[in-house]
């Protein structure tokens, strides 16, 4: 965006550089005795001058379009990052929750083989037992308890009591069979989804490091020629190279200042087409504890300026749900550190609700593609970990784009 005073001073300033021509390089003197004095710059000198200087603003025009170019290339890489990396924490929390399926998986399993274990023998007994007195064996499977049997020996139908006990005991070793072999089944089939999730986590892990690595590297280079940009707009507006990177700074906040409301404008006008949200007094939304929410905050403040690293979760450097998951345990509510699962674990809620504390996130899609998320901190503002280069900041809620999600933990 060029300032509307930047045609008038790129002409005042070639005009000075014509007049100020050293006399060796200039028109030959003008005679005294012509109109406009000598010195003065002729017809032909001011339209040089102009012509310089609608060259010079078609320069910067280009400058600057370059500029707005390399920060969309960096946006693009800082999106495939956040994806990347939210897509290992994401495969890490499954593998972990695969691992603990496993675990449960194997102690059921041994359990079952215990009770398994205690049927066969005392079912021994019981065999033994139904031989001495002639019983029908033709269906004998199974060891079961058979304590009590002696006392039913010494009543009358013995015999009829003894079969009766025979059976059920078998039947529930036949049960327990079943059940140790469906465990030792459901605990092998655990253990093989920990192996897959394990090797899915492992390669969302190398995705997400050569992602981050592209999107640091790509913002060296970024930042490289920018600054190297913005030197040339220094020259061609006769300013130093600190005010030429402050208005720079300027437009690019107007720019994005300028997308976050026309994103804001586009998800109100969405909005408009779906019931309203109910009034505060019958807000159906829980409340996060104020404490809680108090706390979470706090925390997140405490990190501010600290930088951002890929699957981190403190105790000096953060990723997004990393930040978001660690301030809320502080706040006594236990999230993971993935932000597809934040959401899911939460209250979803509207725009229009929001709390200080509750959680803002950003996705290439539903809530099953969110990449990115934040704390809702009040007045407009988000505290989070933004991304590759950019330490833990407090900014407005439209910065970058418009969020698309909204939760309540």
Request: charged fraction near 20%; proline fraction near 6%.
């Amino acid at each position: 965006m060029r300032s509307p005073s930047l045609g008038t001073g790129l002409a005042a300033l070639v005009l000075t550089a014509v007049v100020c021509i050293p006399a060796a390089q200039a028109d030959p003197p003008a005679d005294p005795a012509v109109p406009g004095g000598a010195g003065a710059p002729s017809a032909a000198d001011v339209r040089a001058a102009r012509d310089r200087v609608g060259v010079a603003e078609g320069e910067v025009a280009a400058i600057q379009q370059r500029l707005a170019g390399a920060a969309a290339t960096l946006d693009a890489a800082t999106v495939r990052a956040a994806k990347a990396t939210e897509a290992w924490n994401g495969a890490r929390w499954a593998a972990g929750n695969a691992r603990a399926a496993a675990r449960q998986a194997s102690a059921e399993s041994d359990l079952a083989d215990q009770v398994l274990a205690t049927h066969e023998d005392a079912f021994r007994d019981a065999v033994i037992t139904a031989q001495g007195m002639g019983l029908e064996l033709s269906l004998v499977e199974a060891v079961v308890d058979a304590d009590g049997v002696d006392a039913l020996l010494e009543q009358s139908s013995a015999s009829e009591h003894v079969q009766a006990l025979f059976d059920q005991r078998r039947d529930d070793y036949l049960a327990a069979a079943d059940a140790a072999t469906a465990a030792a089944d459901a605990a092998s089939a655990a253990s093989a989804e920990a192996e897959r999730t394990l090797a899915d986590a492992r390669t969302a892990r190398d995705r997400a490091r050569a992602a981050v690595a592209e999107a640091e590297t790509l913002s060296a280079r970024v930042e490289g020629r920018r600054t190297r940009l913005v030197k040339r707009l220094a020259r061609l507006q006769g300013v130093s190279v600190a005010v030429a990177r402050e208005h720079q700074a300027a437009v690019d906040a107007e720019a994005a200042a300028k997308a976050g409301a026309e994103a804001k404008a586009a998800n109100e006008a969405e909005d408009a087409g779906k019931p309203a949200p109910p009034p505060p007094a019958a807000d159906p939304t829980p409340a996060a504890p104020a404490d809680g929410a108090q706390a979470a905050l706090a925390f997140a403040r405490a990190q501010l300026g600290e930088p951002y690293r890929w699957g981190a979760a403190g105790p000096d450097a953060w990723d997004c749900s990393g930040l978001v998951a660690r301030a809320w345990a502080a706040g006594g509510k236990a999230l993971p550190h993935y932000s597809v699962a934040q959401y899911e674990q939460s209250t979803p809620i509207a725009r229009a609700q929001l709390r200080p504390g509750d959680l803002v996130f950003w996705s290439d899609g539903g809530p099953g593609a969110i990449f990115h998320v934040a704390l809702y901190a009040g007045d407009g503002q988000v505290l989070h970990a933004p991304r590759t280069g950019r330490p833990v900041s407090l900014e407005s809620i439209d910065y970058w784009r418009s969020p698309d999600f909204f939760a309540r933990p």
